[in-house]
């Protein structure tokens, strides 16, 4: 028999980590200075004992194992998402409210930059728009030749006058 009363417990705030994107059929995944980079922001992300989001884009294989050990070895405070398409900020945005996470800030690392990051973000950035959005840019990468022309251009100002950094105000990177 069900109960009555439907207890509900407070949303906990918490700092996530996403990491996107990091599986063996996307080749800039492949790239071993942006796979050092997001261990090492694994690393202070369980050292602070944030909540960790390893998003996948479904049909393109694992997210490499060595990334997917530092995640899980050990620590209970992550979740595997799975996406369909380019922005994954709603499946993101589903799970934490099902699992009571009330984000305070995102700390954004993967691949493609000019695709997945940054449309992840563009998206976390209009769902959560108090909480501050951060795409760390020394732990990203992309199949481009310069990966962040596009991202300068959209982003900080560039010759499309920074079209998103006006639409999402809380997204920085660094």
């Given at each position: 028999?069900?109960?009555?009363i ?23 995944s ?46 209970k ?20 409210n ?39 840019k ?7 030749e ?29």
């Amino acid at each position: 028999m069900e109960s009555i009363i439907n207890y509900r417990l407070p949303k906990m705030d918490k700092n996530i980590l996403i990491i996107i994107d990091m599986q063996g059929d996307f080749w800039a995944s492949k790239h071993k200075p942006t796979q050092h980079n997001i261990l090492t922001e694994i690393k202070k992300a369980r050292f602070h004992k944030d909540f960790i989001v390893v998003l996948e884009y479904g049909g393109y294989g694992a997210t490499h194992k060595n990334i997917m050990q530092a995640v899980a070895t050990n620590y209970k405070n992550w979740k595997l998402l799975f996406k369909y398409d380019d922005d994954g900020s709603d499946v993101v945005a589903e799970y934490l409210n099902k699992a009571q996470i009330n984000p305070i800030n995102f700390r954004v690392c993967g691949v493609n930059a000019s695709y997945c990051v940054k449309r992840t973000a563009a998206g976390l950035s209009v769902i959560y728009q108090s909480a501050k959005i951060e795409v760390v840019k020394k732990a990203c990468w992309c199949i481009r030749e310069n990966p962040w022309d596009d991202y300068y251009d959209t982003w900080v100002g560039g010759k499309y006058g920074g079209t998103l950094k006006k639409m999402c105000a809380n997204v920085a990177v660094s």
